[in-house]
């Protein structure tokens, strides 16, 4: 199944699960991160994130949607860029392959994914781009799953 590649608003896409792209210590932040907690209700998904706290960059976790247009809101902490030779990529493609996982264990159909670690993380776009790509083409090659990656912006 091919990667749908779209510009759009990731929380008003209609998938069973949206990636948030979150910090470690699963706090709301600003960007997508932000946007996708003022969706799903601040006070409630900070509650369920608080009971999985802190994670490692390139973990993920599954929440409720909660008010959210999915039933499911996957969170991942993406690489912090400094250089490119400091194991970013390893880590970046781990969070697409564990929130794919993730998903898979929970029966989503679909999910929809940001540009992790592009904003304010500086991943070079171009290069998270590639590297998304390239996780979850790799991913799909044994597993099924409608995938859209949502560009922002």
């Known amino acids: 199944m091919p ?7 990731i929380t008003k896409i ?28 601040i006070e409630r998904l900070q509650r369920a994130c608080d009971n999985y706290a802190p ?13 959210s247009s999915a039933k499911f809101i996957i969170h991942t902490a993406g690489p ?3 250089d490119g030779k400091q194991g970013e990529e390893k880590l970046l493609r781990l969070c697409y392959i564990n929130s ?4 898979k264990k929970n029966n989503c159909k679909s999910i929809a994914f940001p540009l992790i670690s592009s904003g304010i993380y500086g ?11 390239d996780a979850i083409e790799t991913w799909l090659k044994e597993n099924e799953m ?8």
Do not use: R
């Open 3 to 9: 990667i749908s590649i779209v510009h759009d608003d």
């Open 14 to 41: 209609k998938v069973d699960a949206i990636v948030n792209a979150a910090n470690t210590s699963l706090k709301m932040g600003g960007g997508v991160c932000g946007a996708i907690f003022s969706a799903a209700g």
């Open 55 to 67: 994670i490692k960059t390139g973990e993920a976790v599954i929440t409720q949607g909660f008010k």
């Open 80 to 82: 912090i860029y400094k």
């Open 100 to 103: 794919l996982e993730l998903a």
């Open 123 to 133: 991943y070079p776009k171009d290069e998270a781009l590639n590297v998304a790509k």
């Open 146 to 153: 409608d995938v859209t990656l949502v560009l922002f912006g």
